[in-house]
């Protein structure tokens, strides 16, 4: 007997067909909440390819609100799509448990140094509809964020950002102190990258200016990654897989330049052997030829902002082979890319600067944080934008006459030059009167004006120092 093909369309079929369309109801159901929640993940995934954080912030906000977790989030996203988990506040901070304890700390801090930025906006922005009802988990993230400056009191920013988030989760606090700090009286500035100088080849020749063709320019940018915290809440694991994955960006760096990379990770853990580990002695040599950066644990202001914790691992360097190109990793931003050579013309090493940035990022192995407003991002509020600090050991004998770098200081700061040591920040000037000099403009300003300030900048100088008697 033949069976028949459709059952439904039997005598019985009408006893069926409600079911059938349940079913179909049910199905159509599944299915569009699926593809909502497909969408859903696709706009998060896409805003993290492109840092676009106000996206990223609603997502684990509404994560959050809703399991009251996000460390679903974590682990479901991995590295690439982090966000950090508070930890308890050390130092002088462990007292501090709510708002209030910290705005009268930082009331105090304010009678002793009225231009800690940390702490007179803490106040504000705690105070403010914006602040005064951060609670849990976001209060101990603002806590870290202003933890430097609360247990430095000589701070002149006192806050590092945590995560590239950070900018815009606390942005009414954030936004207030970088405004300040770097000068926007209109309080709307966007920061635009622009490293076009022209054609003509001689145009920064510091010959021109009477430094001769051996002096010591130095041009270097901060650079932090998508996916990763900033140093500041890194936990060492984490600063491990960091230089784990750089592996892959300085082997191309091998191919196309040559040289090697300097680690000083004792060891890997259980992912293996630290091939690029260093003797000490080697690592103090290269401190002293300017390669690598210092020990940052003897930093307080760092120390307190975590940012040197787990020295050394995660710690390192990528040099060429010719030696003028550098790529410090695990310092006070993740990466730090340079280019410093002798010689006179600035275009060559700003030149060669930007073609490694290009060569990096078409790696592919690693995104560049960015903020819309605020351009590059890094720990530090002070070096956000270009996140640019070139510098010219500059000798002037005259003006550091005595040993002392308050007449060179005093004649840079109208010109919005910033002094160091020859060592770097916080160390003395040559015994022959050189300093390094630098713009001390990052962010509103784009790249290319940075050099054209440097370079006008040292010919006022020479111009001081040339018409001082001896
Ligand atoms: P940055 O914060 O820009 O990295 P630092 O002041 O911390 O600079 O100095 C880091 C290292 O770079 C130090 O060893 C310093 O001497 C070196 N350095 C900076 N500028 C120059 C330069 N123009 N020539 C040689 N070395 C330099
Ligand atoms: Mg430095």
Same mark, same amino acid.
């Given at each position: 007997?033949?069976?028949?093909?459709?059952?439904? =369309?039997?005598?019985?079929?009408? !006893?069926?067909?409600?079911?059938?369309?349940? +079913? *179909?109801?049910?199905?159509?159901?599944?299915?569009?909440?699926?593809?909502?929640?497909?969408?859903? *993940?696709?706009?998060? &995934?896409?805003?993290?390819?492109?840092?676009?954080?106000?996206?990223?912030?609603?997502?684990?906000?509404?994560? !959050?609100?809703?399991?009251?977790? /996000?460390?679903?989030?974590?682990?479901?996203?991995?590295?690439?799509?982090?966000?950090?988990?508070?930890?308890?506040?050390?130092?002088?901070?462990?007292?501090?448990?709510?708002?209030?304890?910290?705005?009268?700390?930082?009331?105090?801090?304010?009678?002793?140094?009225?231009?800690?930025?940390?702490?007179?906006?803490?106040?504000?922005?705690?105070?403010?509809?914006?602040?005064?009802?951060?609670?849990?988990?976001?209060?101990?993230?603002?806590?870290?964020?202003?933890?430097?400056?609360?247990?430095?009191?000589?701070?002149?920013?006192?806050?590092?950002?945590?995560?590239?988030?950070? *900018?815009?989760?606390?942005?009414? &606090?954030?936004?207030?102190?970088?405004?300040?700090?770097?000068?926007?009286?209109?309080? =709307?500035?966007?920061? !635009?990258?622009?490293?076009?100088?022209?054609?003509?080849?001689?145009?920064?020749?510091?010959?021109?200016?009477?430094?001769?063709?051996?002096?010591?320019?130095?041009?270097?940018?901060?650079?932090?990654?998508?996916?990763?915290?900033?140093?500041?809440?890194?936990?060492?694991? !984490?600063?491990?897989?960091?230089?784990?994955?750089?592996?892959?960006?300085?082997?191309?760096?091998?191919?196309?330049?040559?040289?090697?990379?300097?680690?000083?990770?004792?060891?890997?853990?259980?992912?293996?052997?630290?091939?690029?580990?260093?003797?000490?002695?080697?690592?103090?040599?290269?401190?002293?030829?300017?390669?690598?950066?210092?020990?940052?644990?003897?930093?307080? *202001?760092?120390?307190?902002?975590?940012?040197? /914790?787990?020295?050394?691992?995660?710690?390192?360097?990528?040099?060429?082979?010719?030696?003028? +190109?550098?790529?410090?990793?695990?310092?006070?931003?993740?990466?730090?890319?340079?280019?410093?050579?002798?010689?006179?013309?600035?275009?060559?090493?700003?030149?060669?600067?930007?073609?490694?940035?290009?060569?990096?990022?078409?790696?592919?192995?690693?995104?560049?944080?960015?903020?819309?407003?605020?351009?590059?991002?890094?720990?530090?509020?002070?070096?956000?934008?270009?996140?640019?600090?070139?510098?010219?050991?500059?000798?002037?004998?005259?003006?550091?006459?005595?040993?002392?770098?308050?007449?060179?200081?005093?004649?840079?700061?109208?010109?919005?030059?910033?002094?160091?040591?020859?060592?770097?920040?916080?160390?003395?000037?040559?015994?022959?009167?050189?300093?390094?000099?630098?713009?001390?403009?990052?962010? &509103?300003?784009?790249?290319?004006?940075?050099?054209?300030?440097?370079?006008?900048?040292?010919?006022?100088?020479?111009?001081?120092?040339?018409?001082?008697?001896?």
């Amino acid at each position: 007997m033949k069976r028949p093909i459709h059952r439904w =369309k039997s005598n019985s079929s009408h !006893e069926h067909r409600p079911i059938l369309r349940e +079913r *179909y109801i049910i199905a159509s159901c599944c299915l569009a909440t699926f593809l909502l929640l497909v969408s859903n *993940y696709w706009t998060v &995934f896409k805003s993290y390819e492109t840092n676009e954080q106000t996206t990223q912030q609603s997502f684990a906000s509404r994560f !959050e609100r809703i399991f009251g977790t /996000n460390v679903w989030c974590d682990n479901k996203f991995r590295r690439k799509y982090r966000l950090i988990e508070p930890e308890e506040g050390g130092g002088t901070c462990k007292e501090i448990r709510t708002i209030s304890d910290l705005v009268s700390r930082c009331r105090d801090i304010l009678k002793e140094n009225r231009n800690n930025r940390a702490c007179k906006y803490a106040v504000e922005y705690l105070q403010d509809e914006t602040g005064k009802y951060l609670k849990g988990k976001e209060f101990e993230i603002f806590l870290r964020i202003v933890k430097s400056g609360v247990e430095n009191p000589d701070s002149s920013i006192g806050c590092y950002a945590m995560t590239p988030n950070d *900018y815009s989760t606390f942005q009414y &606090f954030f936004d207030k102190v970088i405004r300040d700090y770097h000068g926007d009286l209109t309080g =709307k500035k966007i920061h !635009e990258t622009d490293w076009d100088v022209g054609s003509e080849k001689d145009r920064f020749d510091l010959q021109k200016l009477g430094l001769g063709n051996d002096t010591s320019m130095r041009v270097r940018v901060a650079r932090n990654l998508i996916g990763f915290n900033l140093p500041g809440a890194m936990e060492r694991e !984490e600063r491990i897989v960091l230089e784990q994955t750089l592996l892959r960006v300085f082997d191309e760096l091998k191919t196309n330049y040559g040289g090697r990379v300097y680690s000083l990770t004792p060891k890997f853990g259980p992912s293996g052997k630290n091939d690029n580990l260093i003797s000490k002695d080697l690592y103090e040599e290269l401190v002293d030829g300017h390669v690598m950066f210092k020990d940052m644990s003897s930093d307080p *202001y760092l120390n307190s902002a975590g940012i040197s /914790n787990d020295w050394p691992y995660g710690r390192g360097c990528w040099q060429s082979e010719d030696k003028t +190109r550098i790529v410090w990793f695990g310092e006070e931003d993740q990466l730090r890319i340079m280019t410093m050579q002798r010689g006179s013309n600035l275009i060559d090493v700003f030149s060669k600067l930007n073609e490694i940035l290009a060569t990096i990022e078409s790696i592919g192995a690693v995104t560049f944080a960015k903020h819309e407003k605020y351009g590059y991002i890094t720990s530090c509020p002070s070096n956000l934008g270009t996140a640019m600090r070139a510098s010219v050991h500059v000798k002037v004998p005259k003006l550091t006459a005595g040993g002392s770098d308050v007449k060179v200081k005093a004649i840079c700061k109208p010109l919005n030059l910033s002094v160091r040591g020859v060592g770097g920040e916080h160390t003395p000037i040559g015994v022959d009167g050189t300093v390094d000099i630098s713009p001390s403009s990052r962010l &509103f300003v784009k790249e290319n004006q940075i050099i054209d300030m440097l370079y006008k900048g040292i010919e006022r100088l020479m111009d001081a120092e040339n018409n001082l008697k001896a």
